[in-house]
């Protein structure tokens, strides 16, 4: 991925001046089923040209009130340890610019610790969207493995909601009934068992700190079907805008920042569309509840041709 990646084939903005930074992270070490992570960045924003400018659940065209930069990726460097290469992820993304909407696409899930690390140094909530708990202390050899993030940003202080799992190990089960850091809601009793609301309202209730983490096999494999580890199961498109819906509808939430990961492109494309699309969802709700459309139309959009 060469330094002109774009998001909808929109100028770069400069990065002190952007109100969306995003990363590519096209990370896998640690991968234990499906390869592929390492293209899903540059397929994803590939795809981003077939997207419309205009937002339709907010309602607008976001980019006409806002600019994004879609930074170099942040390449992988086969001769740093793990422990190395994610002190240098963290590095990097402490030194971007905070007050911006920061998007990590990834990539495998355990650079998420390195990136809350960045972004929210101090206790919050990460809301974890996921078909796996993703809670092992270490995993084949590794404490850097993407089975292991949540034991991660649990040791980093934060309180972990999280929402979609159907794939648990039973160290893990046991782990989240003596952790009141946990929240956990299982995708059968939000499917089959009538917690889908309650789920919502513990979304909308989230205060302080938050970091949004979103690994795409938490969908329904049969709506998503290119990722890693995919199961059975799983959250709709619709659903899972709900959850962004109940995110933002809290006008003053201090999101640090998201990430996008575990996406193994396929040769159908709908994966990637899908994802693409949902990084535009996050984009315009997020600029929504903070009032960009109320802001002059100097967006990345105004500096393109579109029609």
Known sequence: MSDTSQFLAMPNAPVDGANILLLPIPLERTVSFKPGTA????????????????EEDAGWSPFKHMQISVLPEFADDKSQSDAELHARLTSHVASLPADNLFIGLGGEHSLTPSLVEARMPEPGTVLFLDAHADMRSSYEGSKYSHACPVSRLLAQGHKIVMAGIRSIYESEVERVAKDPNITLFLDWDLQGKGQWESFLQKVNSLEGPVYLSIDMDVFNPAEVPGVGTPQPGGFSWYQLIEVLESLFSRKKIDLRGVDVVELVPETSRVSEMTTAKLLLKIISFWGSANEFGLKPQNGSQMQIGYE
């Open 39 to 54: 293209d899903a960045p540059r397929a994803i924003l590939e795809t981003t040209e077939q997207l419309e400018f205009y």
